[in-house]
């Protein structure tokens, strides 16, 4: 089985597919990791790769296509491929499909990890480190144990990146162009959606559920 994983940024993607992968044995395909790894081999294609994003354009459809096509062609990821962050918009996701049935292949699963904007905010606007032993919390989830004598009030600090305003822009650029992703994958009704507001074990057991019927 191949799966997508879809979700706003900060929604706990990153852990739940690293989950995936160590528990299911899959290899998580992310274009930025792909462009990256070409661009350290210093191939011609990564060489060419360094120009354009030193130039500040953008990577093409095509070469994105032939780095992804790589993955899929190889049979030690056959049927093993999580794709996380891809594809971004409906002639990406189509491309894919034919792509993957080049190589007697599919998308199987689409897991779509929903988290809403008030708490996506709330996940970065809470969030303080312990400037004595370096701790993270969350004002709203989790919060300092009062019994600590370490991280009381006075040491606990907001870190400078912490821009809810970014966090806010990249969430409704994100819902915009998935949307028509999403549209396009559940005609062909392989999407399930996962409350991405419960607790990590929660939404793991969820989503481990999905893949165990798949497999079985
Ligand atoms: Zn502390």
């Known amino acids: 089985m191949n799966i997508i994983i879809f979700g706003p940024p900060g929604a706990g993607k990153g852990t739940q597919s690293d989950f995936i992968v160590n528990k299911f ?41 032939s780095l992804i096509e790589k ?47 008030n708490v996506i905010k709330k996940r970065i606007s809470g969030r303080v480190v312990c400037s004595k032993c370096g701790n993270t919390y969350n004002e709203y989830f989790n919060p300092p144990k009062k019994v600590s004598l370490c991280c009381q009030k006075e040491f606990l600090n907001k870190r400078d990146d912490d821009n809810v305003d970014i966090a806010i822009k990249r969430f409704e650029t994100y819902e915009k162009s998935t949307e028509p992703v999403l549209d396009f994958y559940k005609q062909l009704n392989l999407v399930k959606e996962v409350n991405g507001e419960s607790n990590i074990d929660d939404i793991y057991s969820e989503i481990s559920s999905y893949l165990n019927v798949i497999e079985a």
């Open 71 to 117: 993955i899929v062609s190889n049979e030690e990821y056959k049927n093993r491929i999580i794709f996380d962050g891809y594809p971004r918009n409906l002639p990406q996701a189509e491309n894919l499909n034919k792509l993957l049935s080049n190589y007697m292949q599919k998308i199987d699963l689409v897991i779509r990890l929903k988290v809403s904007l």
């Open 25 to 65: 044995k899959f290899f998580k395909l992310s274009t930025g990791d792909l462009l990256r790894t070409e661009i350290k081999k210093k191939s011609p294609l990564g060489i060419k790769i360094t120009s354009i994003v030193n130039s500040g354009a953008l990577v093409s459809d095509n070469i994105i296509n």
